[in-house]
């Protein structure tokens, strides 16, 4: 059974930082793509930071310059460094794996808050 668990979410000042880790575990595919997303009450969740399994990384507009993703591979482990925290970041964050380039994510973590004050 494969499991994503993530951490790291909080409460921060805008202008903060906060570090997400997201631990996969069991019997999964060797090489992946990961990725954060993030979703609002009422809003549709949002695409964040992806990596794909040759080290391609894209970022949503929003976050660009602000977050970066990465991943330990001997770790199994994704993260998603946020730095310059704004508000409009508030959201709760899951991280979420796919086999391969061009495939849906097929685990999900439960999901870890993370809000932002002004």
């Known amino acids: 059974q494969v499991q994503l668990v993530e951490s790291g979410g909080g409460s921060v000042q805008s202008g903060g930082s906060l570090r997400l880790s997201c631990v996969v575990s069991?019997?999964?595919?060797?090489?992946?793509?990961g990725g954060w997303l993030r979703q609002v009450p009422g809003k549709e969740r949002e695409g964040v930071a992806a990596i794909d399994t040759d080290g391609v990384i894209s970022y949503a507009d929003s976050v660009k310059g602000r977050f970066t993703i990465s991943r330990d591979k001997a770790k199994n482990t994704l993260y998603l460094q946020m730095n310059s925290l704004e508000p409009e970041d508030t959201a709760t964050y899951y991280c979420?794996?796919?086999?391969?380039?061009?495939?849906?994510?097929?685990?999900w973590g439960q999901g870890t808050q993370v809000t932002v004050s002004s």
């Open positions: 979420a794996v796919a086999p391969k380039k061009d495939k849906y994510y097929d685990y």
């Open positions: 069991g019997d999964y595919y060797s090489t992946y793509c």
